[in-house]
């Protein structure tokens, strides 16, 4: 089953404030609420552990999540997993460009695979991602 949640906002802030905060994993437990926990594992991949909660029910997964686009107005992450074993498709990427003062972000989540159905699941991660960008404006809004 896939299914895809995107957002598109505007921060009153810079891409230069923006986008490291967007293309450094490690950074996501701060201002993602679904992303439990994140560890380095080379230069351009992360573990990732995103969980979420259903009622009494707590659903989590890990990621080996590689960064394979990362240009001025584009960073894309990717499952690649080093087992060598087949896995479903994880895909976050981000567009962004600027919009007077401010940054225009469209942040776009793609699975593709059987573990993660929709309905609660996917408005779980809907609702991730809305807090998160409440989070991502409140930390932007401290750091600058």
């Given amino acids: 089953m896939a299914f895809t949640v ?16 967007l293309r450094d994993l490690s950074t996501y437990p701060k201002w993602v609420p679904i992303v439990s926990s994140v560890r380095q594992d080379g230069e351009q991949h992360w573990i990732v552990e995103l969980r979420v909660s259903i009622g ?4 989590s997964k890990q990621l080996r999540m590689e960064r394979s686009v990362d ?8 499952r690649n997993e080093s087992d060598g074993r087949k896995h479903a498709h994880w895909e976050l990427r981000f567009d962004m460009s600027d919009v007077g003062s401010q940054t225009s972000v469209t942040a776009v989540l793609e699975y593709q695979g059987t573990m993660w159905t929709p309905g609660p699941v996917e408005e779980a991660l809907h609702n991730g991602l809305d807090a998160a960008v409440e989070q991502l404006r409140e930390l932007l809004q401290q750091t600058h």
């Fill in 6 to 21: 995107s957002r598109t906002v505007e921060f009153a802030a810079s891409m230069e404030a923006v986008r490291p905060l």
């Fill in 71 to 78: 240009n001025d107005e584009h960073i894309m992450f990717t």
């Fill in 56 to 59: 009494p029910f707590a659903r």
